[in-house]
């Protein structure tokens, strides 16, 4: 009875964040997956519509609901885009919370989260361990992207053009990291977030590389988890709250001036959710929350905000190249020119903008897991608008937009390479 009475408290605070939406219909321009489906149910007004009832659905059909809720990328862009500043990704975050902790969790989904996630050590061995299977099951895709497949997998995998993981992830290149100061000079809590640790070791290298150019300090402790951001979107709050407590409390042994991270959703995650989030761990937990958000940016923004790298004139044979927003980086976090400039600093690139930069590329981490091919189509629109740029080269701040771009590109044999713009700006640097 108590869990009940507690159900029924929890969602009369979500009826009490979504009151103020008008259904004006902003949210159908700019949602993705709308642009995919052409179905109201799939446009955030919609999906707030089923909020609004939730305590009658949840009871009626469970398993639909979450369903409906998980057709969803997280993007934003309807929350950037409401006129009336409804908190719809509180909402759907809380929302799959509720409907989960109703339903259960899968146990694919509790061993992923609860199991591994939150015993990095466990997890970095068991990635490292199945590294070398990879010559078995992938096979070289023969594209620009360096991607590989699995037929043997699509069944479970779908037809999915993905990089192979590192032989030797940058846990295991650098282990603990604890850098001295230069006399006056910064120091960083460098975050590398799952793929920047496992998959995109280059662009992780590349990050550490700039900024020990510009004599800046790093503390990378070994042990970071991830930041709970696949946890929470799955409805596995309490998943998140655990991983976010293991780098919480190796994060509190340094002592930096900002925490960087190359992952626009990790930013926004560490910015934004667990300040939000820490309370359930309890009010110290909480305090130091808040003070991580708010030294923590984006890698460009750092670069040019803090270190005030600055554009440089392109050369006559300058290569042509566009830029991706992620969406968490622009839409949660304001940052979309800082990342230009870092690309504009290689003078041996000249920047030109795509159609729709800042529209969703279709990943949505988890979202590409259970709606590949959903995510596949929203994705090819994001190809179509950089094959059309005429640009050798897309660059863009997140390593899952990374994965997303290979994959579509792949599938459609373009001669174009997937960058992070510090990957373009670390080219310039000895």
């Keep these: 009875m108590n869990d009940l009475q507690s159900l029924a408290r929890r969602l009369m605070t979500l009826d009490d964040r979504i009151v103020a939406c008008m259904k004006c219909g902003f949210c159908q321009q700019v949602c993705p997956m709308f642009g995919a489906t052409m179905m109201e149910a799939d446009v955030a007004r919609g999906k707030l519509a089923l909020v609004s009832n939730l305590a009658h659905e949840m009871i009626r059909d469970p398993r639909a609901v979450a369903d409906k809720l998980g057709r969803c990328l997280l993007c934003g862009s309807c929350e950037a885009a409401c006129p009336s500043g409804v908190k719809i990704m509180e909402v759907f975050l809380a929302a799959r919370e509720l409907v989960y902790e109703y339903i259960g969790l899968s146990p694919v989904k509790k061993v992923i989260f609860r199991g591994l996630l939150t015993r990095p050590a466990l997890f970095n061995l068991a990635m490292r361990m199945g590294a070398p299977a990879q010559t078995l099951i992938f096979k070289k895709s023969r594209d620009a992207q360096n991607t590989v497949c699995a037929p043997m997998l699509n069944f479970m995998l779908g037809d999915r053009h993905i990089r192979k993981m590192a032989a030797r992830p940058l846990h295991a290149r650098y282990g603990h990291v604890d850098e001295p100061r230069a006399a006056g000079g910064l120091k960083v809590a460098f975050y590398p977030g799952c793929m920047g640790d496992k998959m995109y070791v280059d662009m992780a290298e590349a990050c550490l590389k700039a900024l020990r150019h510009h004599k800046v300090a790093v503390y990378m402790p070994r042990g970071l988890a991830c930041c709970g951001i696949p946890a929470l979107s799955s409805g596995d709050a309490r998943g998140m709250v655990a991983q976010m407590k293991i ?64 554009a440089a004139v392109p050369s006559e044979d300058a290569v042509t190249i566009t830029y991706h927003d992620p969406c968490h980086l ?54 179509d608008n950089v094959a059309a740029s005429g640009a050798k080269v897309v660059a863009t701040g997140c390593p899952a937009c990374m994965m997303q771009l290979e994959d579509v590109l792949s599938h459609n044999h373009d001669d174009i390479v997937v960058k992070h713009p510090v990957e373009i700006y670390a080219e310039t640097l000895k």
């Design 247 to 310: 780098s919480l409390e190796l994060l509190e042994q340094g002592s930096f001036d900002y925490l960087v991270t190359p992952c626009g959703s990790c930013t926004a995650t560490i910015r934004e959710y667990w300040p939000m989030y820490a309370d359930r761990l309890g009010a110290g937990m909480k305090r130091l929350a808040d003070d991580l958000a708010a030294k923590t940016m984006d890698i460009n923004q750092f670069l040019v905000d803090v270190l005030r790298v600055e």
């Design 330 to 383: 622009k839409k949660a976090l304001g940052v979309s020119a800082q990342p230009r400039a870092v690309i504009s600093a290689n003078p041996a690139y000249t920047l030109k903008e795509m159609r729709e930069a800042d529209r969703c590329c279709g990943c949505g981490g988890s979202f590409n897991l259970f709606h590949y091919d959903y995510s596949r189509k929203i994705g090819q629109r994001k190809r």
